[in-house]
């Protein structure tokens, strides 16, 4: 593995058949969590996370 290679490893947190959460490290932002949708893939700072975390596990 090249060391670019190692740096963009994910670090997957939970993923479904059609569902995927990851996150990365970012030099400027920090963490970035990334939330796969199927066709879509959103992208979070740890303090946008937390919020989206509250909020579905309010709506469960």
């Given at each position: 593995m090249s060391k670019i290679?190692?740096?963009f490893?994910?670090?997957?947190?939970?993923?479904?058949?059609?569902?995927g959460v990851w996150r990365s490290e970012?030099?400027?932002?920090g963490v970035?969590?990334?939330i796969e949708l199927?066709?879509?893939t959103l992208?979070?700072?740890?303090?946008?996370?937390?919020?989206?975390v509250v909020v579905i596990k309010g709506a469960a």
């Open positions: 290679q190692a740096e490893e994910p670090d997957v947190i939970s993923e479904t058949e059609n569902f970012d030099k400027e932002e970035i969590y990334h199927g066709g879509i992208h979070m700072t740890a303090e946008e996370w937390d919020e989206f």
